[in-house]
């Protein structure tokens, strides 16, 4: 059978056992899945379609015969491995922020902007997964009413910072119930200096502060979002908060549209048409998105959309999805459809 | 000695347990606390200042000789018995929203309206938790710049629900800790149809939805900033959010200054000055507000406070505060203290 050839690189992270399983419902021709982690996971395994596969270390020579490399082991693997790939000739489609503002490289939500891969020289890049699901939801609407504003309040999983933040979230939960003593050494951002507990509390940090009292991650939303709708002149705001959610990152989102003609019911009518998106929106009935609800699905739910009282234009609206899902893995993995649906791929084998 | 006979009605509730500790720490005489409950907590015992005073049950009567009622037992109980109190000449600082939006009823912050209790007819309203805290932080900045716009996104507690709702988010958590099934039979409000688990989870309901789309605790928020700070003119949206915190309640507010002159540094200064707040704000040593460390405090803490990049008139900051001190109990304590400084109140015996 003439398929492709797939690494993972960081099979064994949160983001990466995720993107094994998203594989295995990929719509494309898969003839060999490369496991690749750090040294110290070599030699464990995982399974692919009930296959057993050993993992292997990370070398440049891993990509050898490789036609699609998804990336998700930080922004420094990627920096060194990524350009490897591609001069053995494979595609990357990169989960970290490594390239994501890199002019060259296009980042991509299929159901936004797919014919940006056409233009790729090697390295596609996957956005942040706080800023993914807004885009589902909010291009829609930006291309019916165009848009002009966007401040959004998260409420992010733990998960986002891998599998030891969501142990040691479950560590602090569990002294917290017992009235014990609890450790942080963690969050907010593994590579800052100081660390709080998250188990019953909410963090206003993500990753760390930028020069201007913002957080990178709150610059990603901002920065993305007019990368991602192909306009500068969006204007964007965003507080990321960290919350104990082990997987469904949420929003509070605040939209201004350009044109007139917007409703609760012309936008709730774009979203159920939206693809990817999913409307719960019922108040009557307690219907909208919650975290829980939507962790391991692929969708971006959206529900509690209401105009604001006091701007004609403004409307509110609660965004949610599983950040490890259509936030990561399966992000990457749709690129790769896109990559074969566009014909832009061959096998190399 | 002369001093005041205070009546608590809801004593074993989650804020009521709290005002006899903040009323322990009261700049007034106290003869005499009167704990009141419902007929089911009356016998059971609680400490003043180190005494034992017995539960009784609320009626009518209860109130004779009483000068001050706190009242946090629930509005229906303020509907029946506020009066009946102050027909017998108590004054009655109400903790529900019974009375709040009332034309002849104050809502008081004491930092920010203390005046407006002179025009008392008996009935003074604590505004709602969420309420109370984002006025305290952003009266010093109204009245230096004027206020155009607020758009708050709420990160809410659990014992804003009361005391069952935290024991069943414990519970909750505890399940899901252990991979167990668990149940949903309180949030995100008692008197709803349906119930959803908060612990690891994020609701975007707290308390009933309205015929617009937004829920009451929103236009809480909404009508009580307007009255409270005397301008209906002022902008104001908010999404409210309860998560999995047990007690601080914590905001992401988006503000629009009115006048120029306004800028990071100044907002800073005006929260360093202001009464009942507490800056802090150093991103550079991750220095912000968090749930956890506001827990069981008065002051209200404000953070992250920074520029929009877009408005030059817009800001960002988060604010929290203890949703039980100052957002019920220390702001009705500190009511009380208005009405003794002032010299509104005598006793009665």
């Given at each position: 059978?003439?398929?492709?050839?797939?690494?993972?690189?960081?099979?064994?992270?949160?983001?990466?056992?995720?993107?094994?399983?998203?594989?295995?419902?990929?719509?494309?021709?898969?003839?060999?899945?490369?496991?690749?982690?750090?040294?110290?996971?070599?030699g464990?395994?995982?399974?692919?379609?009930?296959?057993e596969?050993e993992?292997?270390?990370?070398?440049?020579?891993?990509?050898?015969?490789?036609?699609?490399?998804?990336f998700?082991?930080?922004?420094?693997?990627?920096?060194?491995?990524a350009?490897?790939?591609?001069?053995?000739?494979?595609?990357?489609?990169?989960?970290?922020?490594?390239?994501?503002?890199?002019?060259?490289?296009?980042?991509?939500?299929?159901?936004?902007?797919?014919?940006?891969?056409?233009?790729?020289?090697?390295?596609?890049?996957?956005?942040?997964?706080?800023?993914?699901?807004?885009?589902v939801?909010?291009?829609?609407?930006?291309?019916?009413?165009?848009?002009?504003?966007?401040?959004?309040?998260?409420?992010q999983?733990?998960?986002?910072?891998?599998?030891?933040?969501?142990?040691?979230?479950?560590?602090?939960?569990?002294?917290?119930?017992?009235?014990?003593?609890?450790?942080?050494?963690?969050?907010?951002?593994?590579?800052?200096?100081?660390?709080?507990?998250?188990?019953?509390?909410?963090?206003?940090?993500?990753?760390?502060?930028?020069?201007?009292?913002?957080?990178?991650?709150?610059?990603?939303?901002?920065?993305?979002?007019?990368?991602?709708?192909?306009?500068?002149?969006?204007?964007?705001s965003?507080?990321?908060?960290r919350?104990?959610?082990?997987?469904?990152?949420?929003?509070?989102?605040?939209?201004?549209?350009?044109?007139?003609?917007?409703?609760?019911?012309?936008?709730?009518?774009?979203?159920?048409?939206?693809?990817?998106?999913?409307?719960q929106d019922?108040?009557?009935?307690?219907?909208?998105?919650?975290a829980?609800?939507?962790?391991g699905?692929?969708?971006?739910?959206?529900?509690?959309?209401?105009?604001d009282?006091?701007?004609?234009k403004?409307?509110h609206?609660?965004?949610?999805?599983?950040?490890?899902?259509?936030?990561?893995?399966?992000?990457?993995?749709?690129?790769?459809?896109?990559?074969?649906?566009?014909?832009?791929?061959?096998?190399?084998?």
């Open positions: 059978m003439n398929g492709y050839t797939i690494a993972v690189v960081g099979a064994t992270g949160a983001v990466g056992t995720k993107m094994i399983q998203m594989l295995e419902q990929a719509n494309f021709p898969i003839n060999e899945v490369k496991l690749l982690a750090s040294k110290r996971s070599a464990k395994k995982a399974l692919f379609n009930g296959k596969i993992i292997q270390e990370t070398t440049a020579d891993s990509f050898e015969n490789v036609d699609i490399a998804l998700s082991a930080g922004g420094s693997i990627s920096k060194q491995f350009p490897e790939a591609v001069e053995r000739g494979a595609v990357v489609i990169d989960n970290t922020s490594a390239y994501r503002m890199d002019a060259e490289v296009p980042l991509v939500v299929p159901e936004v902007n797919e014919e940006a891969i056409r233009s790729h020289k090697g390295i596609i890049a996957n956005p942040n997964c706080s800023t993914i699901q807004m885009m939801a909010l291009e829609p609407i930006r291309k019916q009413y165009g848009l002009d504003r966007v401040i959004v309040s998260t409420y999983a733990v998960s986002g910072a891998g599998v030891s933040a969501v142990k040691e979230m479950k560590e602090q939960a569990q002294h917290m119930l017992n009235d014990e003593p609890y450790e942080a050494a963690i969050l907010p951002s593994g590579g800052d200096k100081k660390h709080f507990p998250i188990a019953f509390n909410a963090l206003p940090q993500i990753d760390l502060f930028t020069e201007d009292g913002y957080t990178f991650e709150e610059l990603k939303m901002i920065n993305e979002t007019k990368k991602i709708m192909g306009d500068d002149h969006i204007k964007v965003a507080t990321c908060v919350i104990p959610v082990v997987s469904g990152h949420s929003e509070s989102v605040y939209i201004e549209v350009k044109e007139d003609g917007a409703s609760v019911a012309s936008i709730q009518e774009l979203m159920k048409n939206a693809p990817g998106v999913e409307l019922d108040p009557d009935n307690q219907v909208y998105p919650t829980l609800e939507a962790e699905k692929k969708e971006t739910f959206v529900g509690r959309i209401r105009k009282r006091d701007l004609d403004g409307y609206m609660w965004i949610v999805s599983d950040n490890l899902i259509k936030g990561a893995a399966w992000n990457s993995v749709q690129i790769a459809e896109s990559l074969h649906k566009l014909k832009l791929i061959k096998t190399t084998n």
